[in-house]
């Protein structure tokens, strides 16, 4: 079992910044790219931004210059430092990533997701 849990979201004002973390834990032999995704009410859920193994970021147009992605690969865990949020930056937040699994006769990789942190930014 593999298990993503996400933390550090909270109410901001316009301007302000946050700091979300996911560990993920379990069965997991190695992750892949990790990333943070984010649904707005009525929305479809759409990227944020990406990070490779080795630590290429890769981030949304929308978010570029705002947000920076970070892993620690010791910890499993995966970061999204956001400054000057803005109003329509409130969402629930998703981490997700792509988590190898060692089995006796094979590897497994799949995605995974967490449950979601709430961001509010009030203007």
């Known amino acids: 079992q593999v298990q993503l849990v996400e933390s550090g979201g909270g109410l901001v004002q316009a301007g302000g910044s946050l700091r979300l973390s996911c560990a993920a834990s379990?069965?997991?032999?190695?992750?892949?790219?990790m990333g943070w995704y984010r649904q707005a009410p009525g929305k479809q859920r759409e990227l944020v931004a990406t990070?490779?193994?080795?630590?290429?970021?890769n981030y949304a147009d929308s978010m570029k210059g705002r947000v920076t992605i970070s892993r620690d690969n010791t910890k499993n865990t995966v970061y999204l430092q956001m400054n000057s949020l803005k109003p329509e930056d409130t969402a629930v937040y998703y981490c997700?990533?792509?988590?190898?699994?060692?089995?006796?006769?094979?590897?497994?990789?799949?995605?995974?997701w967490g449950q979601g942190t709430q961001v509010t930014v009030s203007s």
């Open positions: 379990g069965s997991i032999f190695s992750i892949n790219a």
């Open positions: 990070i490779t193994r080795g630590g290429i970021p």
């Open positions: 997700n990533a792509g988590i190898v699994t060692r089995h006796p006769m094979m590897v497994t990789t799949k995605d995974y």
